[in-house]
């Protein structure tokens, strides 16, 4: 059974860069097929796309957040990371990290990790 | 970025109701279409993938159909496990997006 978890601060300065991991298990990152992503989701809010990364290193980004976000991956730790600079208030969200099957769906999710952002 | 409107925000039915859930596209996205099913303070759950397949796993009175720019979400016999906000994303084109979700509730 995959899992996945995020792990990282849950709280971060105005301006500074917020920082998640993704730990997966259960599976391979390194196998075929699957993309991995990260998602979140404002305060009683929907459901936003940040982006994803395939084993290779091969990333697609959220053109509204792009010139923010740098996701990579550890294939070694069977981990993949999110970075998202320059945050604001707007930024406070559950932030959730997927396996993304075909770069189609999310057939599996971590738990999820409030970051809020304030000073 | 394809906008997804779904219908109604929020819903309340009985125990035992069928319910239905729409969800439009602002543009032909084909079959490329999944609906997710997210409790409070849960993730998501993938429910229906390509329109209309069944994840494994998930029972059967949950179904989908649709493709082009109309989709429907029907739970054919409401449970009250069932109370959930749903979900719909298109993986058509990048970025994929999300409809703004149903909101469920036992009448």
């Known amino acids: 059974q995959v899992q996945l978890q995020e792990s990282g601060p849950g709280l971060v300065k105005p301006s500074q860069t917020l920082s998640l991991t993704c730990t997966v298990s259960?599976?391979?990152?390194?196998?075929?097929?699957?993309?991995w992503s990260w998602i979140r989701q404002h305060p009683g809010k929907g459901l936003e796309w940040i982006g994803y990364?395939?084993?290779?290193?091969?990333?697609y980004y959220n053109p509204s957040l792009k010139s923010r976000v740098t996701i990579s991956v550890d294939t070694s730790k069977n981990q993949f990371s999110l970075k998202l600079s320059s945050v604001t208030a707007a930024d406070t969200a559950v932030y959730y990290c997927?396996?993304?099957?075909?770069?189609?769906?999310?057939?599996?999710w971590g738990q999820g990790t409030l970051v809020t952002v304030s000073s | 970025d394809i906008q997804m409107t779904q219908s109604p925000s929020s819903l309340s039915a009985s125990v035992g109701d069928r319910v239905t859930i729409t969800c439009q596209a602002s543009q032909d996205i084909s079959n490329y279409l999944n609906w997710y099913q997210q409790k409070p303070g849960k993730a998501p759950k993938l429910l229906i993938y390509d329109a209309s397949n069944l994840e494994t796993g998930v029972p059967s009175r949950f179904s989908g159909s649709g493709s082009g720019t109309d989709f429907t979400f029907t739970i054919s016999s409401l449970q009250p496990e069932d109370i959930a906000t749903y979900y719909c994303q298109q993986y058509d084109n990048l970025p994929h997006t999300f409809g703004q979700g149903t909101r469920l509730e036992i009448k």
């Open positions: 990364i395939y084993y290779s290193g091969s990333t």
């Open positions: 997927a396996r993304v099957y075909g770069g189609n769906a999310a057939d599996y």
């Open positions: 259960g599976g391979s990152i390194s196998s075929g097929g699957y993309y």
